[in-house]
């Protein structure tokens, strides 16, 4: 979670809404808004989108994104 909120306010536009768009996605599972398995959905269309693909300029916080996403989708 950590990495995540750093990196929704980095300076990379790509990565800044997707970190965010995945802490939105926590809270509302934590507040039983979502099932787990639409949680767990949602978060893997954030980094396997071809999108990302193009618009991630930065492999480092690529990388950095993909993990954090990764480990938010494994507390459940």
Do not use: H
């Not at 978060?43 to 989108?49: A, G, H």
């Not at 994104?65 to 938010?72: D, K, N, P, S």
């Amino acid at each position: 979670m950590k990495a995540l909120r750093e990196l929704a306010n980095c300076n990379r536009p790509w990565a800044a809404e997707r970190a965010q768009i995945a802490l939105d996605l926590a809270a509302q599972y934590e507040n039983d808004e979502l099932s787990a398995d639409e949680f767990k959905e949602l978060l893997e269309d954030l980094v396997r989108t071809d999108r990302l693909d193009e618009e991630a300029d930065d492999m480092e916080v690529k990388a950095l994104l993909i993990a954090g996403v990764y480990a938010l989708s494994k507390l459940i």
